[in-house]
């Protein structure tokens, strides 16, 4: 190359998850965190080191700033750090132990949400993910429901149900976490069966949905939708493929007088 020649610009990507060949054949994790010392963003690996940013394969990646709105806003949650929980067994336990102090739900139904929410944190290692959903009317507690379960899933993502496609297809390809609809009652309309498709493609790894851009017919865009969802809802879904995605639990109002 002649000192005359434009030099290649350093390609930047900003992201909360790196995924780095090691030396072994195997591969490194860097997820990004937001350190609860300096309020800033950054990537921990395995070993609780922390990285401004990492180099892989001519591109610089650089954790989501802090000052991010879905981060302000607390859209997007991110973890603080990382610890040491034992074995799967006893972290299983402290889950459990968890819903069940800010949740009633049958005590099946506290076993499956558990296990719930540890897959939302391997997800990407299978192929089919089914969605967590709760169904019942007002005051039957939906809310305290994705709160507690959700709260704690990987990256959990915040939506209410006027959401649109848009928000829904930026959300998941620039965080990758569990997606969380609030009032996810979808009623009739050229979005809601947007949405619905979002729901039925997102279930199973390697089904995106492909949309024409708006100002370039021409273009086609490929979203990928798949990861874990938390749902709630005052009614069934009116399309069976979407009700059969979801593990849910019928809401009703609470009997315990133990939960703070």
Known sequence: MYDDEPQPKEKIVETSLVIKDDTLGGYDVYEEIIDPKTREACFIDKHGNK???IYKDGITYRPIPATDDAFTQGAVKLPTGILDYGTT??????????????LEVPLRYEKIASWYVLF???YDLVDVVPYLRTRGDTGTGKNRFQDTIGGICYKPMFTAGAVTPAVMYRLITRFRGTLIIDEADFYRSNETSEIIKILNCGFQRGRPVTRCQKDNPDNIQYFDTYCPKILSTRKDFMDTATENRCLTNINKEMTRSDIP
């Open 51 to 53: 990285h401004k940013e």
């Open 89 to 102: 067994k006893e972290l299983i336990k402290e889950i459990q132990e968890h819903i069940h102090k800010y």
């Open 120 to 122: 939302t944190y391997i």
